[in-house]
């Protein structure tokens, strides 16, 4: 119980694929429990509630964040991205289509996790950060290429049960490629 005259809760606004959910959460409330319990969004997967899976990796200002570890009253006034917010309408992103096309899933119950991690493994290798796999991390030496076992290693906080790792990063790397050729 709080001492008299300290709240436990407060309203929040997150910003969630682009809209604004005003509501109420306990400070203790997950960032993932809110997504799911409280905004219906269930594509994000509660897997090991311990940060270790990746299961429920979302976007928080366009970096990965497990959302199982992040505070929902610290992600207020953050841009949210889920795996109901990556697609563009019926159009699927180069991402998700590369996963399609190449069974980068089998159960997929954590496709969604992966797809939001190999979301931010592109933008930190385009903006230039380096890995533990990265022989040349000079600043000059620009983003190293990203080889299968540069891919394996961003994408290691991220679990599957079913074993599609190969598929997952031949979805990864073809997803660089098509997403090269959409932003050239």
Same mark, same amino acid.
């Given at each position: 119980m709080a001492p008299a005259g300290i709240s436990t809760s407060s309203s929040i606004t997150l910003h969630v694929n682009g809209e604004k959910y005003t509501l109420?959460?306990?400070h203790r409330t997950t960032l993932l429990d809110a997504l799911r319990e409280r905004l219906d969004l269930t594509g994000t997967k509660k897997g090991c509630d311990q940060g270790q899976c990746g *299961? $429920?990796?979302?976007?928080?200002?366009?970096?990965? =964040?497990?959302?199982?570890?992040?505070l929902a009253v610290a992600a207020e006034g953050r841009e949210i991205t889920t795996i109901e917010g990556v697609a563009d309408g019926d159009e699927l992103h180069p991402v998700q289509q590369a996963f399609v096309e190449l069974d980068g899933f089998q159960c997929g119950y954590c496709t969604p996790g992966q797809i939001c991690s190999a979301l931010g493994v592109l933008q930190e290798h385009a903006d230039g950060w380096p890995s533990a796999a990265t022989e040349d991390v000079r600043p000059e *030496? /620009?983003?190293?290429?990203?080889t299968p076992e540069e891919i394996r290693e961003r994408m290691s /906080?991220?679990? $599957?049960? $079913? /074993?599609?790792?190969?598929?997952?990063?031949? =979805?990864?790397?073809?997803?660089?490629?098509?997403t090269k050729e959409t932003v050239a």
């Open positions: 109420p959460v306990d *299961a $429920c990796t979302v976007l928080v200002d366009n970096r990965r =964040a497990v959302s199982c570890l992040t *030496a /620009g983003p190293p290429p990203l /906080g991220n679990l $599957c049960r $079913c /074993g599609a790792y190969v598929s997952i990063v031949r =979805a990864v790397a073809q997803a660089a490629e098509n």
